[in-house]
């Protein structure tokens, strides 16, 4: 019976840290979805429309040599 006794309290105390690892991660999870939304995705969207109003800016020109060519 103590051998038993001290198998569940083995599976305690590992469930308890498994418990409190899961906690942590859940914590770092939710921190860096945090850190994605408010620091990086703000900066990508801002990058991004940039480089389109200068591949908008790029297509214009090449549209108008294109109507300068045309007979």
Known sequence: MPDE?????AR???GDELR???TRAEE????L???VNNEVL???????SSVLRSAADRL???AE???KRTP
Do not use: C, H, W, Y
């Open 65 to 67: 040599s294109l109507d």
């Open 20 to 22: 409190g690892v899961v």
């Open 42 to 48: 703000p900066d990508v969207r801002r990058q991004s």
């Open 5 to 9: 006794q001290k198998a569940g309290g």
């Open 60 to 62: 214009r020109e090449m």
């Open 33 to 35: 979805i945090r850190t």
């Open 12 to 14: 305690s105390t590992f």
């Open 28 to 31: 770092e999870l939710n921190r």
